[in-house]
């Protein structure tokens, strides 16, 4: 099975996001906005029981954590993806180390770069006019992150929360 590693942002972080969203992203339907904590990767049974442990001490021994939101940017030239740049925080970069160490793979591609997508796969002029226009808007947001879910993908291609785990309350 395909899993995920995830935090969900507060409801109107995600209604903003989804704005933009339904016009602009071709995975609106299969996925809430999130910031990713770990890509999608395949897992046995007895792994993900493992890991499941695993994510409870990592949750438990993390503690809620504040992120801010202040403008969109992008990952042009290498895909026409627009997003909400988080401010990069410690606490926020330890918890993606943590899902690549020790029982987990590291499945990194890429360096980690806190974001909630809101536009993908689009074509270069409408991706110029949509970032043009968006990047001179004002975005301000900060949240209190504590929790993140651990994702399974559905046969449809949707993404589905299999287990919530909430920071310093979680006992093995």
């Known amino acids: 099975m395909k899993y995920g590693i995830a935090i969900f942002p507060s409801k109107s972080i995600q209604d903003e996001a989804n704005s933009y969203r339904k016009r602009y992203d071709p995975h609106y339907s299969l996925i809430p906005p999130h910031i990713t904590l770990k890509e999608s990767f395949e897992a046995e049974d ?10 409870k001490h990592i949750a ?3 503690k809620p954590f504040m992120i801010n939101i202040n403008k969109v940017s992008t990952f042009a030239p290498v895909t026409n993806t627009i997003y909400f740049k988080i401010e990069p925080i410690q606490e926020l970069v330890d918890l993606h180390q943590k899902m690549h160490e020790g029982k987990f793979v590291d499945n990194r591609n890429h360096t980690f770069v806190p974001h909630i997508t809101i ?3 689009l ?3 409408e991706y110029s006019d949509v970032f043009g226009t968006l990047k001179m808007n004002k975005f ?3 949240d209190k992150i504590d929790r993140f879910q651990l994702l399974y993908q559905l046969d449809n291609g949707s993404w589905t929360v299999y287990e919530t785990f909430v920071f310093g309350k979680e006992k093995v």
């Open 46 to 55: 007895k792994l993900m029981d493992e890991l499941i442990t695993e994510l």
């Open 60 to 62: 438990n021994d993390t």
């Open 123 to 125: 074509i270069d002029d």
């Open 119 to 121: 536009a993908q796969d």
């Open 140 to 142: 301000e947001f900060e």
